[in-house]
């Protein structure tokens, strides 16, 4: 059955403009984040720039997303559907924001360390595996939009 | 997942990769407005390049999976008022979009300039060109309508 075009009952429409919204931002803070640090090389400023983007537009963009998700989890009632009914598209949209917030917290951490020793003279190696982990993260919310939007099985 | 839902989900993903090259340009000019000397102007370039493509794609593809998505799926049609409302705001957008990108083009230019007379210090007219309101005016325009069309595409008016 397709979705496409399926009539939305108006009171579910703000709670999901807030989790799209959240995820937008989440995902231009990755965008900036990576770009930043893979043109980083050495340079310092690029460096802390790649950090604080994720730090100050993916990491609230992530919470508006995730409080936008449950909003609209709940308005659609999936709270009181047994598991095995979940659709696969809802479920890989669950995991991957909820393990990619683990990860982005890990992410925000090594980074914030990187940028630390960054400061004291030390080598970027740490930003190094921030920029690794950003990819990861920008590659995994690049599935979940897909499975959220064309909604497979 | 048929056809047409891949074609949603392309159209998706473009409207995301337009929502992350604005985001990023954000950033960009928030950074900029401190930067007053060339080379710390010409180091955001390729960061630049980044959102330049990520806008391009974001609005082709919107566009493109949009319009083919507004004559596939049979109970919307291109004429529908929210449709319209999508396109006419995706043209307004457009145009303010590239206002935007010519006035923050003004500081690399003048950054370029500079240093090929090899001056590398601060520049007070490069660090004015940095933070041109009449970019950000543009930009926070863009952003509205990019918003707007966002919410007409949740709301759905007149469908």
Redesign the interface.
Same mark, same amino acid.
Request: aromatic share 8%; proline share 3%.
């Given at each position: 059955m397709?979705?496409? +075009?399926a009539v939305r009952p108006?009171d579910w429409?703000f709670p /999901?403009?807030v989790h799209?919204?959240g $995820?937008?931002?989440l995902?231009?803070?990755?965008?900036?984040g990576t +770009?930043?640090l893979a043109?980083a090389k050495d340079?310092a400023? /690029?460096l802390r720039?790649g950090f604080w $983007?994720l730090m100050l537009?993916s990491f609230p963009g992530w919470i508006i997303m995730r409080l936008g998700a449950q909003w609209i989890y709940t308005r659609e009632g999936w709270d009181d559907v047994p598991s095995s009914f979940i659709p696969n598209w809802l479920d890989i949209g669950a995991v991957i924001a909820d393990a990619g917030g683990l990860v982005l917290v890990i992410t925000l951490i090594i980074g914030g360390i990187g940028v630390r020793r960054l400061e004291s003279g030390k080598s970027s190696g740490l930003l190094k595996a921030t920029l690794v982990l950003s990819v990861v993260l920008l590659a995994a919310y690049?599935v979940a939009?897909?499975a959220?939007?064309?909604?497979?099985? | 997942m048929g056809f047409k839902e891949w074609m949603l989900a392309f159209h998706v993903l473009s409207a995301f990769s337009l929502v992350a090259g604005m985001t990023l340009f954000w950033v960009l000019i928030v950074v900029g407005r401190k930067i007053d000397t060339p080379g710390d102007t010409l180091r955001l370039g390729p960061v630049a390049k980044v959102g330049n493509a990520t806008v391009g794609i974001g609005m082709g593809g919107t566009i493109i999976f949009g319009v083919y998505l507004a004559f596939a799926v049979d109970s919307y049609a291109i004429w529908d008022f929210w449709i319209l409302a999508a396109l006419v705001l995706w043209f307004v957008g457009t145009g303010l979009g590239r206002q935007t990108g010519e006035a923050f083009l003004e500081g690399p230019k003048k950054a370029m300039e500079l240093e090929a007379a090899g001056q590398t210090g601060p520049n007070a007219e490069l660090l004015a060109l940095n933070q041109t309101s009449r970019g950000l005016a543009f930009h926070a325009g863009t952003t509205v309508v990019v918003l707007l069309i966002l919410i007409d595409m949740i709301w759905k008016p007149g469908a």
């Open positions: 397709s979705l496409i +075009a108006d429409n /999901l403009f799209i919204l $995820a937008m931002i995902i231009g803070g990755l965008v900036t +770009a930043a043109f340079d400023r /690029l720039l $983007a537009v690049v939009v897909w959220m939007a064309g909604k497979p099985n | -």
